[in-house]
Nanobody
Framework: QVQLVESGGGLVQAGDSLRLSCAASGRTFSSYAMGWFRQAPGKEREFVAAIRVSGTTYYADSVKGRFTISRENAKNTVYLQMNSLKPEDTAVYYC??????????????????????WGQGTQVTVSS
């Protein structure tokens, strides 16, 4: 069982930066691939970024070059550094975890349904 708690959301202006954190419980954090997803009002939850045990990262095209995902296994924490924020980045951001397997391809980690554990979400609002 893994419990995830996100923090760091808030209200910012376009062009500003935010760093989200996701703290995970349990002693096997280093065995899990971690993902960030977001959900805007009236829209489906969508993939933002993911990081595997190996450190390999994946990004949605909409955030590539602006967002950076990283992990700190010693602190059981994954981060999402968000720069050059846009109003369309406004959403609830969720952290997710799934056991990593070497044979899984990049597409696997972009799919909402593949992750076993989810946090409660943190609101990010970007004003224009």
């Amino acid at each position: 069982q893994v419990q995830l708690v996100e923090s760091g959301g808030g209200l910012v202006q376009a062009g500003d930066s935010l760093r989200l954190s996701c703290a995970a419980s349990g002693r096997t954090f280093s065995s899990y691939a971690m993902g960030w997803f977001r959900q805007a009002p009236g829209k489906e939850r969508e993939f933002v970024a993911a990081i595997r045990v190996s450190g390999t990262t994946y990004y949605a095209d909409s955030v590539k070059g602006r967002f950076t995902i990283s992990r700190e296994n010693a602190k059981n924490t994954v981060y999402l550094q968000m720069n050059s924020l846009k109003p369309e980045d406004t959403a609830v951001y969720y952290c997710a975890a799934d056991l990593d397997r070497i044979y899984r391809g990049s597409d696997y980690f972009t799919r909402v349904g593949e992750y076993d554990y989810w946090g409660q979400g943190t609101q990010v609002t970007v004003s224009s």
